[in-house]
């Protein structure tokens, strides 16, 4: 579902800065409920020369958390898959990205396509839709690639009363997860 080479960019001036918020699905653990994280991607041009610049703001004030290192190269491949998408170098991209999680410190890579997603949006200076969370990684190639997790992370979309969910399109649909109550109730639609 995520299409960022269909997506042409709206060149930004220098100077300027987009922030967005994009919900992205996670795991917390074995056994424990999944939670809905949210990523909040701030895109600033800026005269320098020396990008693509990406900062990680991960101090602990208002709700912030640590990210380890696998979800930082998460976070550069959705950098590079979304500059290549739109024909940029980045020269002049600053890209500070933040991670607000329930836990203290969040790692892994499937939260990559919603920070892509995110990038692409604050790139184009555009909106997000609230009523739809995501889940998937970035391979170093700019596809989606499945996640792990994915009945407790629909669980946790269906308790936060989002009504659709995007998941990569070679995800596998297990019968046991797809008819769940939770799942059933909200009438989640996972999109591909």
């Not at 958390?65 to 959705?78: D, L, M, T």
């Not at 919603?114 to 609230?130: D, P, Q, T, Y």
């Not at 190639?141 to 269906?158: F, Q, S, Y």
């Amino acid at each position: 579902m995520l299409m960022l080479t269909a997506m042409s960019a709206i060149p930004a001036s220098a100077g300027s800065s987009n922030i967005v918020s994009v919900p992205t699905l996670g795991v917390q653990g074995e056994g424990l409920p999944g939670v809905v994280n949210y990523i909040l991607v701030q895109l600033d041009q800026v005269a320098s020369q020396d990008g693509p610049i990406i900062q990680f703001n991960e101090v602990n004030l208002g709700g912030g958390a640590r990210v380890g290192e696998e979800w930082k190269e998460g976070a550069r491949r959705a950098v590079r898959a979304v500059l290549h998408a739109v024909g940029d170098n980045g020269h002049t991209w600053r890209i500070t990205i933040k991670n607000r999680s329930a836990t203290s410190l969040t790692d892994g890579m499937s939260a990559s396509a919603a920070v892509a997603v995110a990038i692409m949006a604050a790139c184009r200076g555009g909106m997000l839709r609230s009523d739809v969370a995501l889940s998937g990684q970035i391979t170093p190639d700019g596809r989606v690639d499945v996640v792990g997790g994915l009945p407790v992370k629909i669980e946790a979309a269906a308790n936060a009363h989002y009504r659709a969910i995007i998941v990569p399109r070679d995800q596998a649909l297990a019968p046991d997860w797809i008819s769940s109550r939770s799942v059933a109730s909200a009438r989640i639609r996972c999109r591909w």
